[in-house]
């Protein structure tokens, strides 16, 4: 890890993946965004940015920004319509 980098809360490195370790890189001044996952091998370059709950999974360059994440949707009803199915199960 890089000098002055700052790594968010709830940030994670997942570095195994059942069979080796490998590495991630974090470069001097970067900024990890709080709930990210960062999935090895990776590169994070210097003054790089990743945005709050991304899932990194490929190097991010020098000074960039990177955010991977799903764009939220709400499903209208869908909460109600799947606890009548769940009710129903049980009768």
């Not at 999935?39 to 991010?60: C, F, L, N, Q, R």
Request: charged share 25%.
């Amino acid at each position: 890890m890089g000098a002055e980098a700052n790594i968010g809360a709830g940030t994670i490195t997942c570095n195994y993946d059942g069979y080796a370790k490998h590495k991630t890189v974090i470069g001097k001044g970067a900024f990890i965004g709080s709930n990210s996952a960062l999935v090895a091998p990776v590169t994070i370059g210097d003054g790089a940015y990743v945005g709050s709950g991304s899932v990194i999974t490929k190097d991010i360059d020098k000074d960039d920004l990177a955010v991977a994440r799903g764009k939220q949707t709400a499903i209208k009803g869908w909460a109600a319509r799947f606890r009548k199915s769940q009710a129903a199960k049980k009768k």
